[in-house]
């Protein structure tokens, strides 16, 4: 995968990192660069599982993990285009919600607008010590075009966004660590062994339960607590027929580490 805004770079052990790199503008998100991710998390979608197994996110450089949408690209946008844009951009950030592999938000820096609606369409966020987290938006006049109206709460709770979302003022990573915003914090350079070493165990675990898990966690969210329950049952259910149910049951009993094929 070859991107001028994106660096993808696969581990040995099957983990993916993607890094958004537009560094000058502390890798904020541009047309360009959405539709760059607009295609990569296709592709990604497309990629069996050996390939990819866990994506891990972040920004390039120090400072950043992604400083929101481009606000100077947008500043001259009809009331057309801002609406194209923001649909594109929750089209993008849904298809990476909706990738059966866990992905991880490496918060490394500011992680503001668009760049929080990225974090918040990952599985889970762990953050630097000097990160900044927040939806400035409308200090620009605007509102979180991304799914940062919709999301934001979902985690954090409804009076904890509207109090970020209407006030636009940043937290850092210990007060987003304290409303649930953020899973870690720690130094900088631990930032991405951290993850690693959580997405190391994710990876490890049986593939198919994980993307299953993954699946129940997000749709059922919605869901009256009967209807979840009754999604979980057909899961649950439905991991009998793969060998790695088998395994992971039969290793149990034989005292030994399971060997997951995905199959
Ligand atoms: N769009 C375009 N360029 C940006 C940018 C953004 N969101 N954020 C930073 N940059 C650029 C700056 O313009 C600057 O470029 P120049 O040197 O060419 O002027 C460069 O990145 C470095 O930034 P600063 O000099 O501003 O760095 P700083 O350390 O003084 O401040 C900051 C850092 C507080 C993050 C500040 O850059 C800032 O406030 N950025 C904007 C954050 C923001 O409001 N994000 C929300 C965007 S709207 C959105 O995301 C809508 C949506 O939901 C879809």
């Known amino acids: 995968m070859e991107f001028k805004n994106l660096l993808f770079e696969k581990k040995e052990n099957g983990i993916g990192l993607l890094t958004l790199n537009r560094p000058q503008a502390l890798n904020a998100l541009n047309k360009e660069l959405i539709e760059e991710l607009e295609l990569f998390t296709q592709q990604l979608h497309e990629m069996p599982w050996s390939e990819v197994k866990a994506l891990v996110i972040t920004g390039a450089g ?53 760049g929080l609606e990225l974090a918040l369409s990952c599985d889970f966020i762990y953050a630097s010590s000097n990160a900044k987290l927040g939806l400035p938006e409308v200090s620009l006049g605007l509102i979180p ?9 979902r985690v954090v709770g409804l009076n904890k ?44 675990r049986g593939p198919i339960a ?25 899961n649950f259910g439905q991991l009998f027929k793969y060998q790695d149910t088998k395994e992971g049951t039969t290793a149990f009993s034989e005292k030994r580490k399971p060997q997951f094929k995905n199959v």
Do not use: H
């Not at 075009?145 to 709460?153: D, E, W």
């Open 62 to 114: 120090e400072k950043s993990f992604v400083a929101g949408a481009d606000i100077k690209e947008m500043s001259v946008y009809t009331q057309e285009q801002a609406q194209f844009f923001s649909k594109k951009g929750q089209k993008v950030f849904r298809n990476l919600e909706s990738l059966k592999i866990p992905v991880v938000a490496a918060v490394n820096g500011f992680a503001l607008g668009g």
């Open 210 to 234: 994980v993307a299953k898990a993954k699946l129940m966690v997000l749709e059922s969210y919605d869901m009256s607590i009967d209807a979840g329950l009754e999604l979980e049952a057909i």
């Open 145 to 153: 075009g991304f799914g940062g109206t919709v999301r934001l709460s």
């Open 161 to 204: 966004a509207r109090e970020m979302v209407y006030s636009a003022e940043m937290i850092t990573a210990d007060e987003a660590f304290q409303c649930g915003l953020v899973n870690k914090v720690v130094a900088q350079v631990e930032l991405m062994p951290t993850v690693m070493k959580t997405v190391e165990t994710m990876i490890s």
